[in-house]
C-alpha cells in the first residue's frame, strides 16, 4: 500500500479555508484517495474519496492533480468544531480488499 | 451513510480475564469487518481484517491467540481479549464495508464508536 505524507500538525482560525496536503509518491494505478476526521475518543468518520481531478460534497473539497502523487483536502470556512485529526489515506479495493494503514495523520486546531 | 455500533464502550476489567467487545452492522450487510487499536495520540493501527465465515487475517506482529476474532454473521464481528495485561489497555476500533441490503456496495468503510479498555 502507498504510503502517504501529511503534515503533523495545522492552526487555524474560524471562518477560514483551510488546506491539507498529502503526498502519496507511489500511489498505483488502482488506488482511492479517502480522507477521515476523527475526534478524540471516537472513530473516524469518511470526508470524502476521489481518483483524480476534483471532487466536492457538502463537508469538502478533494484536489487531485493529474499525476496523482499528492492530494489536498480542502475545508470552507472552519469552525471550532472542525478541530480534530484529518488522516488521508490511499485504498486498493481490488488487491487489499479494502485494508486502510492509517498514517499519522494531521491534527487541525481551529481557534476563536 | 451505514452505521455500525460497538458494545461495551468502555470496560474495565482485571488483569487475567478476558473481555470480549461486538462490532454490529446495523443497517448494512458487512462482508468484511477490521479491527484497529490505537493508543493515546497516535494513530490507528490495523490487527485484523476478517472475512465473513471465514478465519480472520491478522497483520504482522498481532497475537491471533490473544486477540480472538469471530465474524459469523453478516452483521456481527467480535474481538476478544484473552489474559488481558495492562499493556493491552488501548482504545479498540472496529470498521465495516460491504453491501446494502438491496444489494449496492459502499465504497468507503463505516467506523464504530470505539471501546476503551482498561485493564487493572
Known amino acids: 500500500l502507498a504510503k502517504t505524507t501529511q503534515p503533523i500538525s495545522m492552526d487555524s482560525y474560524e471562518g477560514q479555508e483551510v488546506n491539507i496536503t498529502c503526498s502519496h509518491n507511489n500511489i498505483a494505478t488502482n488506488d482511492y484517495i479517502t480522507w477521515y476526521q476523527q475526534f478524540p475518543s471516537q472513530g473516524p468518520r469518511f470526508i470524502i474519496q476521489?481518483?483524480?481531478t476534483k471532487v466536492t460534497n457538502e463537508v469538502a473539497s478533494l484536489f487531485i492533480p493529474a499525476d496523482r502523487k499528492s492530494s489536498t483536502l480542502s475545508l470552507p470556512r472552519v469552525s471550532l468544531s472542525d478541530t480534530a485529526v484529518y488522516y488521508c489515506?490511499?485504498?486498493?479495493?481490488?488487491?487489499?480488499?479494502?485494508?486502510?494503514?492509517f498514517g499519522q495523520g494531521t491534527e487541525l486546531s481551529v481557534k476563536p | 451513510g451505514a452505521v455500525v455500533s460497538q458494545h461495551p464502550s468502555r470496560v474495565i476489567c482485571k488483569s487475567g480475564t478476558s473481555v470480549k467487545i461486538e462490532c454490529r452492522s446495523l443497517d448494512f450487510q458487512a462482508t468484511t469487518m477490521f479491527w484497529y487499536r490505537q493508543f493515546p495520540k497516535k494513530s490507528l493501527m490495523l490487527m485484523a481484517t476478517s472475512n465473513e465465515g471465514s478465519k480472520a487475517t491478522y497483520e504482522q506482529g498481532v497475537e491471533k491467540d490473544k486477540f480472538l476474532i469471530n465474524h459469523a454473521s453478516l452483521t456481527l464481528s467480535t474481538l476478544t481479549v484473552t489474559s488481558a495485561h495492562p499493556e493491552d489497555s488501548s482504545f479498540y476500533i472496529c470498521?465495516?464495508?460491504?453491501?446494502?441490503?438491496?444489494?449496492?456496495?459502499?465504497?468507503?468503510?463505516?467506523f464504530g464508536p470505539g471501546t476503551r479498555l482498561t485493564v487493572l
Open positions: 489515506l490511499v485504498e486498493d479495493d481490488y488487491n487489499q480488499g479494502g485494508k486502510l494503514i
Open positions: 476521489g481518483y483524480k
Open positions: 470498521s465495516a464495508r460491504g453491501h446494502t441490503i438491496a444489494g449496492g456496495s459502499y465504497n468507503e468503510q463505516f
